[in-house]
């Protein structure tokens, strides 16, 4: 099974894009056709909720809500690892924090700068291809 933290930038440009083959939106029908298991912890759920209900996205709150009930119903919820190290955008921690919880996971960001430059933290576009690969395996 291929474990993953959703950054919350990945569901965003998932729900307002228009193109239906951007990785944002493949790996978000991914998520929903069950082709991985989301990893999240009660803070992770608070910024979804604050983040995809902002009037500037003008999604349909009962889409949003219906997503992120989807990776509490159908995810892990873990505790956190701490890190010790600074970095770059403090408000992040807590997606890196949960994806080292769960050996081979991984984070999907499209802001690759806000985290340490580890095999852990993958673009969308990359994470497509690893998803790809384990079903040639």
Not at 41 to 54: K, P
């Amino acid at each position: 099974m291929i474990y993953a933290v959703i950054d919350t930038n990945v569901l965003v440009s998932a729900l307002i894009t228009h193109n239906s083959l951007s990785s944002t939106a493949k790996v978000v029908r991914l998520l929903l056709e069950g082709e991985f298991t989301p990893l999240y912890e009660s803070s992770i759920i608070e910024e979804y909720q604050e983040v995809l209900h902002r009037t500037k996205f003008k999604l349909v709150p009962s889409v949003a809500d219906t997503l992120i009930s989807f990776i509490q119903e159908h995810g892990i919820e873990t505790s956190r690892t701490a890190f010790l190290e600074s970095m770059p955008d403090e408000d992040d921690r807590v997606f890196y924090e949960v994806s080292l919880c769960v050996e081979d996971s991984f984070l999907v960001t499209g802001n690759l700068k806000h985290y340490p430059q580890t095999p852990k933290v993958i673009s969308p576009a990359d994470f497509l291809s690893v998803i790809m690969d384990s079903k040639e395996e």
